[in-house]
Structures are given as structure tokens and as C-alpha cells.
């Protein structure tokens, strides 16, 4: 599906803080989440050898920690103008399982479209 007003909202702060990253090669991905309230939340990634956490899971945190009642839609995007990025398989499952509701940007050729996160990982685990 195309992305609402709110989407749009979402990709745009991801792809914004996205260009704020710089050359650190620590923080190389930007989220943001919109929750039931409009708020946007905004967090990036936090890159180490041993498995970082990804900038959703980072936003994930940053909403929950602002107290956002129910999260609507996410986008990732990555620095250096590579613009929306999908989420990693991990990801997704965290998504699933704490959100399962939620919509999740995904770039096309044709621009980019919202999915719902139990699309993007079939035949998922349920614990």
C-alpha cells in the first residue's frame, strides 16, 4: 500500500536523520517510528562487532522509554544517500513479536510502499 500522511511523515524523519550521520562509522542507519499519538521517535543504529543493535530496535526503545501507547508504522534509512533501507531479519521478529500491527516502509523501484510486518517474515515463529 502506499504510504499515508503519517508514513510519509516517518520515512521523511529516517531519511532526514540518515543524512545528519556523517562519517562515523558507529551510527550508519537512522529509524523512526510514529506512534497512535503522531509523535515520531527517532534513534540510530549502534554498530559493534559483537551485533550492535539495529536503529529500529534503537527506536523501539526511545518510543517505549517516552512512553508511546501503540507504535503504527516504522522506516529505517541509510547514511551516505542510500536512502530507505528494509529491515534485517532480526528485526522483523522483534517487530513481530512486540508489534505486531505495525507497518513497515520498504523502498520499490515504484517508490516506497507500507507492508504489514507478519508480510515481510512468512512462516514466522510465534513463541
Known amino acids: 500500500m502506499r504510504p499515508s500522511e503519517?508514513?510519509?511523515q516517518v520515512i521523511a524523519a529516517a531519511e532526514a536523520r540518515?543524512?545528519?550521520l556523517g562519517e562515523n562509522a558507529n551510527h550508519t542507519v537512522a529509524a523512526?517510528?510514529?506512534d497512535i499519538d503522531g509523535r515520531?521517535?527517532?534513534?540510530?543504529n549502534v554498530f559493534h562487532f559483537t551485533g550492535g543493535p539495529?536503529?529500529?530496535l534503537v527506536a523501539l526503545g526511545v518510543a517505549a522509554t517516552a512512553g508511546a501507547p501503540r507504535l503504527l508504522?516504522?522506516?529505517a534509512a541509510?547514511?551516505?544517500g542510500r536512502g530507505l533501507i528494509p529491515p534485517c531479519g532480526r528485526c522483523r521478529q522483534v517487530l513481530l513479536d512486540q508489534h505486531p500491527d505495525i507497518l513497515?516502509?520498504?523502498p520499490t523501484a515504484d517508490g516506497p510502499v507500507m507492508r504489514p510486518v507478519g508480510e515481510l517474515l512468512p512462516d514466522a515463529y510465534f513463541r
Open 73 to 75: 508504522a516504522i522506516a
Open 78 to 80: 541509510g547514511d551516505g
Open 54 to 56: 539495529c536503529a529500529e
Open 6 to 8: 503519517p508514513d510519509q
Open 18 to 20: 540518515a543524512r545528519t
Open 104 to 106: 513497515v516502509a520498504i
Open 40 to 44: 515520531v521517535h527517532e534513534a540510530v
Open 32 to 34: 523512526a517510528v510514529i
